[in-house]
Each structure stands twice: as structure tokens, then as C-alpha cells.
């Protein structure tokens, strides 16, 4: 204190030496405001309140702010105060203050002792002052924002959460806000009739209150903590570093009313908030000095907000449904389910706000004419509407070619809440996708040379990422002057990107619908075909068979073509039923010890008979990967012979000439790869894509048929994968193509 005395006066005489003007300067046109806080700056409360001033008078709009802090937290501000006034005429001697806000009761009670004598009869806003009553504020220059914490609601939201409470140990402190705090805590108490007995503690040093709280038996108690700075080395720390103290004394659910002592230390309270009430107070003094007039202790509510802390209510065991519905629920773990019926809801509110905006809009039309002061306050009803239902709203001076927006549209096109208030027509138009420029272009000025009655359309407008979304633009001119030409024109914007991808994946689905009827369609002509062929082949070869003079070398003859004939139905049989069993999960995949080499061999000779059947001028060559007889491996024998002999089937059916190699690769010691590699047509890229997609056949030329039934590759690429392998292609048309399989299995 000594040297916080001898500091000021240092300042005082060291002004005094330096002449300076007597009048006061005009600022270069900016309102000075001052700010007075009661307490320091590091305090939650005051930085939350001085924040929140400077924010709604930015010196953008022409406002200087001048900040002082008497600092009666940590010190006594008594024995200073003479100097204090002394060095604030000194230090503003040459200001023009026009208004003054003061936050809390010392910083209220000094302007109300010595403002006059400093700055003059100037507007005076408070906030954070309790106990208004005990004060005599008759003069129309002081209004404020109301500060009567929530004790009564807390209490009555301590008894919702613990039902079977037996005491409630109320904490406070013997500072003036410690004292006005339990007067009001009393009168609550009495006000509520509250059932459960109570202990007030005015606590005056950290070691007493210690000793008191850990005599109470923590058994279905509480705290309601209303004040607690007490000294610690000749200054006192902030509530919230007092968590740990506390908790240590009595480790029972606290409780609380100011936002700043959330964050592990109290479950829950009816809150105030630093932030509000500065904001409330610096807009009463912008209204003020715009000519606004209010009655003597004018006061505005802030509101309250019911919070309670999850992580405190698990940890003393409480139950979460005893939590009211209207309370704010801090750390709270996501809940999916609540998360998308929010949406509905959000959703439906969305239409409600929709139907109540057009409502609004109609009335604005058939009250054009009323005064100015009138429609701006309906056009404020307004924009809080539709700031609840997060909808756009635009407002374009055709006069001076200006738009207006609110926060909601610089939200929707990713620009946060102070991102954009006011474009030119040209910085909006450039927002607009080229290809919608036009028709947004033709409809605004079909609307505005009267030829449509409204402004509806849709377009893909440029998001702060660059992006394109699509948003639904509505509006209608509202004023016109004289001659009829439209001046004024507002509407909505509603972000419809969501519903434009649905519905372009509708398109999708039902082209892909469409297509797969087709393929469906071709599968059953491909099959019908198929089985016609070799039945004809049957019944005919059996009707000459019942010829008794045919030959016998003649009938073995037949007989083979017969044979054959029923192998290619069998073998279309087994490729439906196994695309059936792979379709409903039962297709069974058998693992087994067998000869890949005597395999190889087996399937080179179906191929050769294969190339004789299909006239092919095609070397086939097997190329084996081990030189060795043998190379015994455990896999599904019949399935990996019937995905080669599929593959080795294409190759010779779009090869006319030069060879078909098959071959495998041993990777590693896991892992088999078998390549089928032709010199035929080969695939494009797009054909690719597709090739192994049910019912698919790609034919690159229609007159040849080459018969099959699109499913031999789906067969080959399903079994793969149950194997636990991979099946490729690289190709390119008139290169040939190159099937890899590459499977898991063990080599003995």
C-alpha cells in the first residue's frame, strides 16, 4: 500500500510539472467512453466485461476507450482514494468524456461519490451492482444492467439434484459483495420457504475456514459458495484457484452462480455472465448518446442460463435424470441418437420459421408507408427470427447498388459471424458459378421489370474455401419510388446443397436401376440363348440316334457332340448356381493339398481343346515358376482351377492369332500369382472398370457373337476374394491383356 501510495503521488506531482492546455481537445472526432472496473484485470469476471465493451465500442465507429481498475479485490482502495481523484482530473483534464460505464460496486460507488467532480454530468451506465435498492439514484444520467444473482433458482436446483439433502453449507466472504451476496442468500432462503437446515460461514482467513469445513461430516451435504477471496501473503487469489482448498476441506458437490467457476470446480448454479453484462451496458450507452431517453435507474435484465458440470455430476454419483430439461449441460459425451433428432427438429423449425417469414414479409408489403422508426423495428423483430432459424437474409439498395447481409449468410458461405456485412452488387455477382450467372441474372430482372411477381431461383454461390454450394434464393422488391422503379429489395438464402446431392444421387441410383434392368435383361436373352443351343444340339443328335440303321461310328459321334452338348449346359448351370450361392453366402470354399504343376497340365489340355473348338491359330504355353516335378500347395483345388479355366476361356475367345501364356509367380513364402496373358483385342480403360461387374460383357465387336453369360469374371473375381485374394487387369485395346491373381496359401 505504501508503495502503491507513493506511486501515485509521483505521477500527480510529475504531471503537474509539464504545462498542458486547460480545454478540453475534440479527439479528432472520436467519442471517448470511460471504462471504471472495481476489481483487476486478470479477474475472470472484469476481463469478460471489459471485453465485451471494447467489442461493442470498436473505435471503428468512432469510440476511444479510456480503461481504469481499482483493484478492491486484492487491495483496500480507501486510503488512496483521495490521491486516486486527484490523479484522474489530472489525467483527464484534457478529454471530453462523454459516458461512463462502471462495472460492480466499488468502481459504482466512486462514480457515484466523485464522477460529477471529475468528468461532469455525463451518462452513466452499471453493471455488476448489487443491491441497488440501498441506493439513491435519482438522476436520469444512471441506468444499468441488473445484477440480482440467481440464489433463489440455484437452491431450488440444488434440491432437484440431491432430493435428500441434509445441510447446505453456504460460503461467503466478508468483502462488501461477500456481505451483500448472504443478505441475499438470506432473503431467498426466507423467500422460498427453503426445507433443508443451513450453516452461513462469513469466512475471514484461510485457516479458519479450513478448520471449519472439515468438522462437517461430508454425508449428503453441500456448498453453496457465493464469495470466498481471503488473503494469502497480503493479497487474495482468484475463486476458481480455490478449488483444490475447498475440495480438500469438504469434498461435497459445490454450487455456484458465476460462469467463471466452471472448469472443475462447481457442479452447477443459475449463472450470470461477465460478458452479457458488459455487452448490455455498452449498448444502454450507445442508445443514450444516440438521443435515447430513459426514467431514473433505468435497469435492463440479462438473462440467466441454468448449467450444470457432467464430469461433477458422475463423479458424486448423481443422477443424470434428475437434471432439468432447460439446463445447459457442460462436458456432456456425445449422444448420436440426440444428435440427429436434433437435426429433425432443427429441421422442422426451419419450415416453421419459413412460414412465419413469409407471414412477415406480406405484413412488411401492406405497411411500407408506415414511419421509419416503426419498419426499422419490425425489420429488428425480423432479422432475430431469422437468426434463430439460421436462414440468410439479403437486403439490396438498387440505388446506391449496395447488399446487405446478416451473419447468417456470411455463416452459410463459411465466413463465420464477422465475416461480411456489406458488398457490392458486383462482389455478389462474382460469388455466383458461371454457369448459373445467366439464369439468376434473367429471373432478378424479370422480377424487377415486374414480369414474375417474386424472386425464386437456385444457384451454386462460392464459399470462403472456394467451393461451390447450392443455395435457394427468394425475394421481392419492397419499396419503389415515384416513377415505380423498384429501390429496395430483400430475400433469403437457404443452403439446399444437401437436398441438390440427393437428389443427384437419386439420378445415379436410377440410372444404375435402369442399367442393371438391362444387363438383366441381356443375361436372360445371353442364357436363353445358351441353353437353346446345346438342347437343340441334344435333341436333334438324339432324334438321328433313334435311326436303328444309323452306323455305330456315326452314333459315337453323335453321342460326343451329345456329351459335349450337355458339359457347356452343365457348365451354365454351375456358373448360375454359383453366382447364387455367392449372392446369398453359401458358397463354400474347400482347402486342400494338391499339385499346382499336375493342375497346369490339366488345364492345358481343356485349353487345347478349347483352341480346337474355337479354329484359333494361338500357341498356348504354360510357364512354370519352380523347376521341379512337383509343387504341392493348400488351397481350394476345384475353385482356383475353375478361376483359371474362366480366364484362360476369354483370353481364347478375343484372341484370333499369336498366344496365350499361362504362368505363375511365387512372391513370397505367403502368396501365389497366377498371370493369363493374351495377344488379343485387349480392354480400354473404361471397360475395365466394369469388366468384373455381374452380367457384364464387353464385346468390342457386335457382329461376332461370342457367346457366355457375362458371369464367368464376376465368378472368378468373388471367389478370389473369399480366397482372400486380388484379381487385376492391365490392358490397352489391340495391346492384349494380362490377368493377375495373387491368393494367400502355404507351400509344402
Known amino acids: 500500500m505504501k508503495y502503491l501510495r507513493t506511486s501515485l503521488i509521483c505521477i500527480f506531482l510529475m504531471q503537474l510539472s509539464f504545462p498542458v492546455k486547460a480545454e478540453k481537445s475534440d479527439s479528432n472526432g472520436l467519442t471517448d467512453i470511460l471504462l471504471i472496473n472495481s476489481y483487476h484485470y486478470t479477474f475472470k469476471w472484469t476481463n469478460d466485461i471489459t471485453n465485451a465493451v471494447v467489442k461493442e465500442l470498436p473505435e471503428a465507429d468512432d469510440y476511444r476507450i479510456s480503461i481504469e481498475y481499482l483493484d478492491t479485490k486484492r487491495f483496500s482502495f480507501q486510503r488512496q482514494e483521495v490521491l486516486y481523484v486527484e490523479y484522474l482530473k489530472e489525467k483527464y483534464r484534457t478529454l471530453d468524456i462523454k459516458g461512463i460505464i462502471c462495472s460492480d460496486n466499488d468502481a459504482f460507488e466512486f462514480v457515484l461519490k466523485h464522477g460529477k467532480e471529475i468528468w461532469g454530468d455525463v451518462p452513466v451506465t452499471f453493471c455488476g451492482v448489487n443491491e441497488l435498492f440501498k441506493y439513491d439514484i435519482n438522476s436520469t444520467n444512471y441506468f444499468g444492467v441488473e445484477e440480482e444473482i440467481a440464489i433463489a433458482q440455484t437452491l431450488e436446483l440444488i434440491l432437484t439434484l440431491q432430493p435428500d439433502l441434509k445441510e447446505l453449507i453456504v460460503v461467503s ?23 433443508v437446515d443451513y450453516d452461513l460461514i462469513y469466512a475471514t482467513s484461510v485457516e479458519l475456514l479450513g478448520e471449519t469445513l472439515k468438522e462437517v461430516d461430508p454425508e449428503k451435504r453441500a456448498i453453496l459458495l457465493l464469495s470466498l477471496y481471503l488473503p494469502r501473503n497480503g493479497a ?19 454450487y455456484g452462480t458465476w460462469d467463471f467457476l466452471f472448469g472443475g470446480f462447481i457442479l452447477g448454479g443459475v449463472i450470470n455472465t461477465g460478458e452479457e453484462q458488459g455487452r448490455l451496458a455498452a449498448q444502454l450507452l450507445k442508445r443514450k448518446l ?17 448449467v450444470v458440470d457432467y464430469n461433477k455430476l458422475k463423479y458424486y454419483n448423481i443422477d443424470l435424470s434428475l437434471v432439468p430439461k432447460n439446463a445447459l449441460v457442460l462436458h456432456e459425451p456425445e449422444n448420436y441418437f440426440r444428435k440427429y433428432r436434433q437435426e429433425i427438429l432443427i429441421v422442422c423449425s426451419v419450415l416453421g420459421f419459413l412460414i412465419v417469414i413469409n407471414i412477415i414479409l406480406l405484413r412488411l408489403l401492406n405497411e411500407k408507408r408506415i414511419a421509419e422508426a416503426k419498419l426499422r423495428k419490425s425489420e429488428e423483430r425480423l432479422e432475430l427470427a431469422l437468426d434463430g432459424a439460421n436462414v440468410g437474409l439479403w437486403d439490396i439498395d ?24 456489406r458488398v457490392t452488387i458486383g462482389d455478389w455477382i462474382k460469388t455466383c458459378h458461371p454457369d448459373d450467372l445467366g439464369q439468376v441474372n434473367e429471373v432478378f430482372h424479370m422480377h424487377l421489370s415486374g414480369k414474375v411477381h417474386d424472386f425464386n431461383t437456385e444457384a451454386r454461390l462460392q464459399t470462403s ?30 443452403d439446399i446443397d444437401m437436398q441438390k446431392q440427393f437428389e443427384e444421387q437419386l439420378r445415379i441410383a436410377k440410372e444404375k436401376a435402369e442399367e442393371s434392368d438391362r444387363l438383366k435383361s ?27 440303321s444309323i452306323q455305330k461310328e456315326d452314333s459315337l459321334k453323335f453321342l460326343s457332340l451329345i456329351r459335349s452338348s450337355g458339359e457347356s449346359l452343365l457348365a451354365l448351370i454351375n456358373d448360375i448356381i454359383d453366382i447364387s450361392k455367392i449372392e446369398s453366402g453359401q458358397f463354400n470354399i474347400v482347402i ?19 483352341i480346337n473348338t474355337y479354329n484359333r491359330d494361338i500357341e498356348l504355353i504354360i510357364e512354370k515358376g519352380v523347376d521341379q516335378a512337383s509343387l504341392f500347395i493348400e488351397s481350394d483345388q476345384y475353385r482356383l482351377e475353375q478361376i483359371i479355366n474362366n480366364l484362360i476361356s476369354n483370353a481364347i475367345k478375343f484372341t484370333s492369332r499369336g498366344h496365350v501364356i499361362l504362368s505363375y509367380t511365387i512372391p513370397d513364402n505367403n502368396t501365389l500369382e497366377i498371370r493369363v496373358t493374351d495377344t488379343g483385342r485387349g480392354i480400354s480403360k473404361e471397360d475395365q472398370g466394369v469388366i468384373f461387374e455381374r452380367f457384364r460383357q464387353i464385346n468390342p465387336d457386335p457382329k461376332i457373337n461370342i457367346g457366355g453369360t457375362g458371369l464367368g469374371l464376376a465368378i472368378s473375381k468373388s471367389i478370389t476374394e473369399l480366397l482372400g485374394g486380388t484379381i487385376c487387369v492391365d490392358s490397352a485395346p489391340d495391346q492384349g491383356a494380362t490377368f493377375r491373381v495373387r491368393i494367400p496359401c502355404k507351400y509344402l
Open 173 to 195: 466472504d466478508s468483502t462488501l459483495n461477500g456481505i451483500l451476496f448472504a443478505d441475499q442468500f438470506l432473503r431467498a432462503a426466507r423467500a422460498i420457504n427453503f426445507p
Open 465 to 494: 474455401s472456394g467451393e461451390y454450394k447450392w443455395f435457394s434464393l427468394h425475394g421481392k422488391v419492397v419499396e419503389v419510388d415515384q416513377n415505380s422503379t423498384p429501390r429496395r429489395m430483400i430475400g433469403l438464402m437457404l
Open 290 to 306: 444516440a438521443g435515447e431517453t430513459f426514467p431514473p435507474g433505468y435497469l435492463v435484465k440479462p438473462t440467466q442460463t441454468m
Open 592 to 610: 486342400g493339398k494338391f499339385d499346382l504343376h499336375l493342375l497346369f497340365d490339366k488345364i492345358s489340355h481343356i485349353a487345347s481343346t478349347l
Open 236 to 254: 487474495v487469489k482468484d475463486m476458481i484457484l480455490e478449488a483444490d482448498f475447498l475440495k480438500s476441506c469438504l469434498d461435497v458437490p459445490v
Open 398 to 421: 438498387l440505388e446506391n447498388k449496395a447488399v446487405y447481409i446478416n451473419k447468417w449468410v456470411s455463416g452459410l458461405l463459411g465466413y463465420g459471424d464477422s465475416g461480411i456485412a
Open 522 to 548: 441381356s443375361f436372360l436373352a445371353n442364357v436363353s440363348h445358351e441353353i437353346r443351343t446345346p438342347m437343340n444340339a441334344i435333341l436333334g443328335f438324339s432324334d438321328i440316334l433313334l435311326d436303328a
